[in-house]
């Protein structure tokens, strides 16, 4: 036990060194920042809460790492439901990020199964009924802006299909 709490804390402090030589941002645990906001758009319909998922998230933290050259919002193409956010300054949070994609509901029309007059996908994706898991990642690109994916588990938006 000792044994391998000392490789991994070698590792651990390899790998921060190995991301600050590299320039790479260091990023926080941001998980109940996302899940929060997610979660309540979720209850808001009736809809099970989203769980934080690691390898969902390492997932989202690998693409987020791709973009830190320029916070383009081109999706990953990956085996996950994605929405993307960026954002500028210091005071763009994750919450921020999310309340975006929510605050699309107002252009979703349910009856219609549709959208009406505005983008509303995002939205739909933050609420789709079979979406289980949870990973996000938040990183401050090159070009000083933030670049925020979420990815989803299993995946949603297929058409013709309402998200609850």
């Not at 209850?43 to 320029?70: C, F, I, K, M, S």
């Not at 921020?96 to 009406?116: F, I, P, R, T």
Request: glycine share 8%.
């Amino acid at each position: 036990m000792i044994k391998s709490l000392a490789i991994s804390l070698f590792t651990i402090s390899c790998f921060t060194h190995l991301s600050l030589t590299l320039g790479v941002p260091h990023t926080q645990d941001l998980s109940l920042d996302f899940l929060v906001p997610h979660n309540k758009a979720r209850a808001e319909v009736g809809v099970q809460p989203l769980a934080w998922n690691t390898t969902v998230a390492a997932y989202a933290r690998g693409y987020a790492y791709h973009r830190l050259g320029d916070c383009e919002m081109e999706h990953s193409e990956g085996p996950f439901g994605e929405n993307l956010a960026e954002g500028y300054g210091d005071q763009f949070t994750a919450t921020d990020a999310v309340n975006m994609w929510v605050g699309e509901k107002e252009y979703y029309e349910y009856a219609l199964n549709s959208c009406v007059g505005d983008e509303c996908r995002h939205y739909t994706q933050v609420v789709w009924r079979d979406s289980v898991y949870l990973g996000c990642a938040k990183v401050k690109c090159r070009n000083s802006w933030w670049f925020v994916i979420c990815s989803y588990d299993p995946p949603g938006n297929y058409v013709g299909q309402r998200p609850y």
